[in-house]
């Protein structure tokens, strides 16, 4: 088995993304200074800077992840082998069936009073699209407005008739002039009426949390998982696509079914998105994978257990990895009397070269780490037999290092008893051993000090 946890968190693609979606919603629109952009994203503020500098922003952040968990929660409730979700096309999210098309527009105001302004610019491009359509001679298709609001629903009838939507979605007024967006489109009373049978408004949507768990569900329903499996792989592994999906330039590749999303989120590996640290926060998420998988403490089992780690040239510190090295060994390790089955963990450092994990070898030597490596006099071969003798309270060993990932795949496949991999990377993992009764479960981390933060 091998699963894969990831955690990039890259400011830069999530600038570039809402960069991307900022420039397509001009040249959509025809006016950078659109209002409905106006209200998606504030100009001049990067998602990064929202999150960092304005706390008072944080209903925004939560607006942009309530788009995407719903473009998630639309393509899982596709019924049809055919339908499909475009992301970011005509609305924020477009459902295609066998028989109609639905552009949804999502909004999320969770300590905002619903009020009619607040959801007219939506309502003023819709019948702008709606219009540029009927001109062009394509087919109408249906809009759908989903909004969360803290209170005032009330506020809104449904159904209401033309005169409503002229006077409270269509008409803006100033100091200066009335704007009537129906006559600026020139829009007949009678397409107006058409409209409304094409137009969908729901201010009761789910709260931020509710969906997130319908969600959840869904995932753990669709993949018989639990619920931590359903949100830390497959939930973030969903948003990772999501975003591969808004930022393709060519629309066409914006459209996933239900199938094809499915397939890409079940991948062999647990794959992080940057949008989930983000969403769930750094040491949240630590903790939630110290919880799931290190949680055992003092009741650590015994096994075969090797952690594989990725160091990072530029930031490699040698004290750094003796310190995660003596951290691993104290947590990893039973070497008492009382112990029926004493053991120790096996470690592999990737990326080292061999004088500086010589000298690294010296200095743990030196500081009295008991240690292997399957070398048991110079100028020896490598011995799996030797770095996988049993432990004991008075010979130890309190650590076995490998030197290289042969020697690591080589004395692993060897054994018949229990066996658990951690590889914690930041860009690529090693490939699998090949054995599937091998538990391989890897972690991308943005710095390999944060190791001691899960295990």
């Not at 339908?83 to 970011?88: G, L, M």
């Not at 003092?298 to 040239?313: C, E, M």
């Not at 860009?427 to 054995?435: I, T």
């Given at each position: 088995m091998s699963l894969e946890i990831g955690s990039r968190c890259d400011h830069e693609v999530i600038n570039r993304r809402y960069a991307i979606m900022e420039k397509r919603e001009s040249t959509k629109n025809g006016d950078s200074d659109d209002e409905r952009m106006r209200t998606r994203c504030p100009r001049g503020r990067s998602p990064q800077g929202v999150m960092v500098a304005d706390r008072s922003a944080v209903s925004t952040i939560a607006g942009y992840f309530y788009q995407f968990?719903?473009?998630?929660?639309?393509?899982?409730?596709?019924?049809g082998a055919?339908?499909?979700?475009?992301?970011?096309?005509i609305e924020d999210i477009d459902v295609h069936t066998a028989t109609e098309t639905t552009a949804v527009q999502c909004k999320y105001y969770e300590k905002t009073e619903y009020n009619h302004s607040v959801i007219k610019p939506a309502i003023m491009f819709m019948l702008a699209h709606y219009k540029a359509g009927l001109t062009a001679g394509r087919p109408a298709i249906q809009y759908h407005l989903s909004g969360h609001f803290s209170c005032g629903q009330g506020k809104l009838v449904l159904p209401f008739d033309i005169d409503f939507l002229k006077t409270n979605f269509l008409t803006t007024v100033s100091k200066d002039n009335t704007v009537k967006k129906h006559e600026e489109l020139g829009v007949s009373d009678a397409e107006l009426e058409d409209f409304l049978k094409l137009v969908s408004i729901d201010v009761n949507a789910a709260k931020f949390e509710d969906q997130f768990k319908a969600i959840i569900e869904s995932l753990a329903k669709q993949f018989g998982c639990s619920p931590f499996a359903a949100e830390f792989f497959y939930y973030n592994s969903a948003l990772r696509v999501i975003k591969e999906l808004?930022?393709?330039?060519?629309?066409?590749?914006?459209?996933?079914?239900?199938?094809?999303?499915?397939?890409?989120?079940?991948t062999s590996s647990y794959l992080?998105?940057?949008?989930?640290?983000?969403?769930?926060?750094?040491?949240?998420?630590?903790?939630?994978?110290?919880?799931e998988f290190f949680a055992a403490g003092?009741?650590?089992?015994?096994?075969?257990?090797?952690?594989?780690?990725?160091?990072?040239?530029d930031t490699y510190s040698r004290n750094a990895i003796k310190t995660l090295l003596k951290t691993i060994s104290r947590k990893y390790s039973k070497l008492s009397k009382r112990d029926a089955k004493p053991f120790s963990p096996y470690v592999l450092l990737v990326g080292i070269d061999d004088s500086e994990l010589a000298g690294l070898k010296q200095e743990l030597h030196n500081e009295d780490v008991r240690f292997v490596d399957g070398y048991d006099f110079k100028g020896a071969q490598f011995d799996a037999g030797s770095i996988s003798r049993p432990a004991s309270a008075d010979a130890g060993p309190a650590l076995r290092l490998f030197c290289d990932l042969t020697e690591a795949r080589q004395t692993f496949l060897s054994f018949t008893r229990s066996r658990e991999i951690y590889e914690f990377?930041?860009?690529?993992?090693?490939?699998?051993?090949?054995?599937?009764?091998?538990?391989?479960?890897?972690?991308?981390i943005p710095k390999y000090e944060d190791i001691d933060k899960i295990i």
């Open positions: 968990d719903r473009s998630i929660l639309s393509i899982l409730g596709l019924a055919n339908d499909s979700v475009a992301i970011e096309c808004a930022i393709e330039p060519d629309e066409a590749l914006r459209v996933t079914t239900r199938a094809d999303f499915i397939r890409r989120i079940d992080f998105a940057e949008w989930f640290i983000a969403k769930l926060g750094t040491a949240k998420y630590y903790r939630g994978l110290r919880n003092v009741n650590v089992s015994p096994a075969d257990r090797l952690f594989i780690i990725h160091p990072a040239g990377y930041h860009s690529e993992p090693v490939e699998d051993f090949g054995d599937g009764a091998i538990s391989h479960t890897r972690f991308q």
